[in-house]
């Protein structure tokens, strides 16, 4: 963890997008046992435990935001699959994206259902999270160090 933590704070982001990275993976190692029960049902025929430790890592952060709720979930999963397809196989991406696309579902179901016609806005949203303003509501990139 303190490896991850370093690579983030070495990283050349801006600091809001930093502090961001910080929090979301504080938030996906602190509710991880939550976030590979939801993934292991939805992780046909895989056990978690065999998956790539990228792969299962990718999904872990990806679930746990996807159970916050601040970013739009097609973002999640797009982030996803760019790291997926960035640091892991070939056929990575495509099965973190079938996963995630069932765990949103999962996640969106539980959400309370709103009735009535949508409230427009009486002022203008606040930004989701920190690193909105700088990177558009997107984790910020991380390239591989090599």
Same mark, same amino acid.
Request: net charge neutral.
């Given at each position: 963890?303190? &490896?991850?933590r370093q690579?983030l704070?070495d990283?050349?982001e801006?600091?809001?997008? $930093?502090?961001?990275?910080h929090? =979301?993976l504080a938030?996906?190692? %602190?509710r991880? /046992?939550?976030?590979?029960?939801l993934l292991? #049902?939805? %992780?046909k025929?895989w056990?978690l435990s065999?998956?790539?430790l990228v792969d #299962?890592?990718i999904?872990? =952060?990806?679930? @746990?935001?996807?159970r $916050?709720g601040?970013t739009p979930?097609?973002?999640?999963i797009? +982030?996803a699959?760019? &790291?997926a #397809?960035?640091?892991?196989? /070939?056929e990575?991406?495509?099965f973190v994206n !079938?996963? &995630?696309? *069932?765990v949103?579902? +999962?996640v969106?179901? %539980?959400?309370p259902q709103?009735?009535?016609p949508?409230?427009e806005?009486?002022e203008?949203p *606040? /930004?989701p999270n920190?690193? @909105? %303003?700088?990177? !558009? !509501?997107?984790?910020p990139? $991380?390239r591989?160090?090599?």
């Amino acid at each position: 963890m303190d &490896l991850v933590r370093q690579f983030l704070d070495d990283s050349k982001e801006q600091p809001p997008a $930093i502090a961001a990275a910080h929090k =979301l993976l504080a938030e996906a190692y %602190a509710r991880r /046992s939550d976030c590979d029960e939801l993934l292991a #049902r939805h %992780a046909k025929h895989w056990d978690l435990s065999r998956l790539a430790l990228v792969d #299962r890592n990718i999904l872990r =952060l990806a679930a @746990s935001e996807l159970r $916050i709720g601040q970013t739009p979930p097609k973002v999640v999963i797009t +982030e996803a699959i760019q &790291l997926a #397809r960035e640091f892991s196989t /070939s056929e990575s991406p495509r099965f973190v994206n !079938g996963v &995630l696309d *069932a765990v949103m579902r +999962e996640v969106q179901a %539980a959400l309370p259902q709103r009735t009535g016609p949508p409230q427009e806005p009486t002022e203008p949203p *606040a /930004s989701p999270n920190p690193q @909105s %303003a700088q990177t !558009g !509501g997107r984790m910020p990139e $991380i390239r591989n160090p090599q």
